[in-house]
């Protein structure tokens, strides 16, 4: 079974300055993807980025980074210039491929990150 | 851009009573899911739905759930007799390539 782990249940950061999330995960499978998703206090599951377990490069999206570091099974988000419309809870989580295709995404605790005007 | 919709987005019943959550996929997609969030824990799998059966489901997910594809548009979550803790958000999700995409939600309050 997989696990995902957020060691950081609360962050703040002042606006305009960079903060990262950290996550990790356990998983015994080598071909999976993991993804970072956003829950502002509307609470619906917005996707912030996505990166495939194959692909050394780390994914960026705008503001947003991540250093995927396979090895040790590290998977952290970047957010630069942070905005005030960043302030959200902030899940990490995993999603094995199969052939079957019935993937199911194991989530973090989650942090939830304050935005400092 | 397309989106999952949820309704209601806020539903009240008594402990007992059967309730349906509804959801609207992305249209084009083939995979659904269903997932809870217990206030203030994580979000948890409940099931996954495939070619109109369910392909996978979580210990969570007992007798007293069930879902269903009753058309080519909508998504069910029908939980049989509520319990006070079934309490939650429930999210449907569906999938195309290797992502799922979330809909808003349904906070069910049940008491």
């Known amino acids: 079974a997989q696990t995902v782990t957020q060691s950081q249940p609360e962050m703040s950061v002042q606006e305009a300055e960079t903060v990262t999330l950290s996550c990790t995960y356990d998983?015994?499978?080598?071909?999976?993807?993991l993804f970072w998703y956003k829950q502002p206090p509307s609470r619906q599951m917005i996707l912030v980025i996505r990166?495939?377990?194959?692909?050394?490069q780390n994914a960026t999206e705008n503001r947003f980074s991540v250093n995927f570091q396979k090895a040790a099974k590290s998977f952290s988000l970047k957010i630069s210039d942070s905005q005030l419309g960043d302030t959200a809870m902030y899940f990490c989580?995993?999603?094995?491929?199969?052939?079957?295709?019935?993937?199911?995404?194991?989530f973090g605790t989650g942090t939830k990150l304050q935005v400092i005007p | 851009e397309p989106e999952v919709t949820q309704t209601p987005s806020h539903q009240v019943t008594q402990m007992g009573q059967e309730v349906i959550l509804r959801c609207v996929p992305i249209?084009?997609?083939?995979?659904f899911y269903w997932y809870r969030q217990i206030l203030g824990q994580k979000v948890e799998f409940l099931v996954s739905?495939?070619?109109?059966?369910?392909?996978?489901k979580s210990e969570i997910f007992d007798d007293q759930f069930s879902v269903e594809r009753p058309d080519g548009s909508n998504f069910t979550l029908k939980i049989r007799s509520t319990k006070l803790e079934d309490s939650a958000m429930y999210f449907c999700?569906?999938?195309?390539?290797?992502?799922?995409?979330f809909g808003p939600g349904t906070r069910l309050t049940v008491l």
């Open positions: 999700a569906s999938r195309s390539g290797d992502t799922q995409y």
């Open positions: 989580a995993f999603m094995k491929k199969n052939s079957g295709g019935y993937q199911k995404v194991t």
């Open positions: 249209s084009n997609h083939l995979y």
């Open positions: 998983t015994s499978e080598s071909n999976y993807y």
């Open positions: 990166q495939e377990a194959y692909k050394q």
């Open positions: 739905f495939y070619n109109n059966e369910i392909s996978e």
